[in-house]
């Protein structure tokens, strides 16, 4: 028999969910890992830095994914909207995984400040999924269409020689570009005008500072 949650019990398992998401820097993907069977080039010292900045920089893009879908299914107006963003979240949580190993394999730490950008992305999930089911899918596509595009500029930019990196970001690039379609499918609504500009100009911000902290 399913359990009633009461508040307090939602209240501790989105607790639990972000600290899950801030400080498990590589929690147990479901998938295995893109870069698995790809053998770990020598990179040097430079090339080692600038994997690492981008890779801290997808990390922080896939804690800020797990605070968007969460915040969203909290609040979903119905039940099959939330088992979607859930779903998402799950698949998000492999994307974490493999960053935060990559991470380490670089010798280097996800961002110090994925307190700050979990509950920034958390609080913006929240706030749509209340306005209405449509205006969140409509988050869920925008944010991935602009990860997909930046995604995209990593792949331009990893080091040639990194190729365990490489195969993990073509794989997100694909995941992200199918959730915009699955949300697009599910009834997203359009976002005006100013929104999608603003996101970019967060995300910038975002990646400007995640790169090197």
Not at 45 to 50: K, N, Q
Not at 56 to 64: A, L
Not at 77 to 87: G, K, P, T
């Amino acid at each position: 028999m399913n359990r009633t949650l009461s508040p307090l019990d939602r209240a501790l398992v989105e607790l639990e969910r972000a600290l899950g998401a801030i400080f498990e820097p590589a929690p147990v993907a479901i998938r295995p890992s893109p870069a698995l069977d790809i053998e770990d080039a020598p990179l040097d010292d430079a090339e080692r830095r600038h994997s690492a900045g981008l890779m801290r920089v997808n990390h922080v893009g896939e804690v800020c994914a797990q605070a968007l879908y969460f915040g969203q299914a909290a609040v979903a107006h119905d039940e099959a909207q939330r088992a979607r963003m859930l779903e998402a979240a799950a698949e998000e949580t492999d994307h974490l995984g493999w960053c935060g190993e990559r991470l380490k394999e670089l010798d280097s730490r996800p961002s110090l400040l994925n307190p700050l950008w979990y509950a920034g992305a958390y609080a913006i999930g929240a706030a749509a999924g209340l306005i209405s089911d449509r205006l969140s899918l409509g988050f869920v596509v925008e944010t991935e269409r602009q990860v997909e595009a930046h995604l995209g500029e990593h792949l331009e930019k990893l080091p040639e020689a990194d190729a365990r990196s490489r195969a993990i970001v073509s794989v997100m690039k694909d995941d992200e570009a199918r959730h915009a379609k699955n949300a697009l499918a599910a009834g997203a609504e359009v976002l005006p005008d100013p929104v999608p500009a603003l996101m970019r100009f967060a995300s910038n911000v975002m990646k400007a500072v995640a790169y090197r902290v």
